[in-house]
Structures are given as C-alpha cells and as structure tokens.
C-alpha cells in the first residue's frame, strides 16, 4: 500500500511538471493576446519574457506588461519598451542597424559587464548566452536594446 502511494505521488508530480506550457506556447499565447501590435516583440526563455519595441505612451506600457504578467506560465516580465516621442514617428521607424561588426563591438562592451554572460551578432540578432543574476537581467536587457539591433535572443540561464 504504501509503495501505490508513493508511485501515484510521483506519478502526480510527472504529470503536473508536464503540463507546464513550453516557452514557445507561453509566447503564441501572448501574441494571441496582444493581437497586431507591430510595434511590440515578446521573447520568452524560461518562463521570463522580454518586452521590446516602442510604445504609444506610459499607459500603454504597463497595460502590455499587464496582459503579457496575466499569460499562463510567464514567471516574470522584463519590459524594455520605449516611449514614442510626440509629434514624431516612433522611434522604431528612425532607427539605423548598425553593421554586425558595429554592433559586435558594442555588445561586447556591455557583456563585458556581466560575468557569465556571452554575446555573438549574426544580421543585427543579437544573442545572448550563459549565467545571470535575475536582478542583473533588466539592466543588460536594457543596455543591449539601447544598441538597436534587429532583435535579441535572450537565450540566457537565470540563477
């Protein structure tokens, strides 16, 4: 009797760890949700997503991070979205990509800053690989959107 317990608890645990919505799940999930919001990416890598883009306003901001907060399996949301500047384009449409050789030199210096934390540039993607502190992860994110590459893969391990 005790040993049915035991493996209906493991079996239970199995089942439940299973059910936990994969990265690519939990990101369809939150472009159903957001729409056609062309301004706005969203990656996700180990239930952390990470907003990008420009957005119309402060209001505008939150209410994304809020829907994105609300999506089954995201653990925490980093939201690097920048404010649109009155009366202009949003600054999404003004940006000049740097050349890959450009950007490489930029990227390195920043995750030069962060121990654990690698970085390759292939066409203005921006990947980032490795360890790092949950709190060190908003600022580099941030750092690195500064840069203005087409996108970035956040493909980093939070300890």
């Known amino acids: 009797m005790k040993m049915r317990s035991i493996l209906l608890g493991m079996s239970l645990s199995i089942a439940l760890i299973s059910c936990k919505p994969s990265d690519a799940d939990i990101e369809a999930a939150i472009r159903e949700k957001l729409g056609d919001v062309a301004t706005i990416q969203v990656a996700v890598h180990d239930g952390v997503a990470t907003i990008a883009g420009t957005c119309e306003d402060e209001i505008f901001k939150k209410n994304i991070e809020k829907s994105v907060r609300a999506t089954k399996g995201v653990k925490s949301v980093i939201n690097t979205c920048e404010l649109a500047r009155a009366n202009q384009e949003p600054a999404a449409a003004t940006v000049v990509i740097n050349s890959d ?55 980093l391990t939070i300890k």
Not at 139 to 155: A, G, R, T, Y
């Open 101 to 155: 050789a450009d950007l490489d030199k930029s990227v390195s210096k920043v995750v030069d800053a962060y121990d654990g934390v690698s970085a390759t540039v292939v066409g203005g993607v921006v990947t980032l690989s490795g360890e790092i502190k949950k709190d060190k992860l908003q600022p580099l994110m941030q750092s690195i959107q500064e840069l203005h590459p087409k996108k970035v893969d956040n493909k």
